[in-house]
């Protein structure tokens, strides 16, 4: 069984681009902010999910769209 940590670090490892968080009631979110000389964040900037595998769909898709595929 893989744990919480283990599951967060392959997702910062998937999407470094994202802050992983896991929420003390089981939610996972993904978090990001401008890039240093940007203003703002293009695209989304918060992704939330029930577990980790929606999460990670959720991520795929935006990067997906934000890549324009």
Known sequence: MTTVVETKGALQRDFP??????GDKGRWYAFRGPQP????QPGRSCVEAGDSESLREQL???VREEAGL
């Not at 681009?17 to 896991?22: A, G, L, P, S």
């Not at 000389?37 to 703002?40: L, N, S």
């Open 60 to 62: 795929s898709a935006v």
């Open 17 to 22: 681009e994202w802050n992983i968080v896991r």
């Open 37 to 40: 000389g940007q203003f703002a």
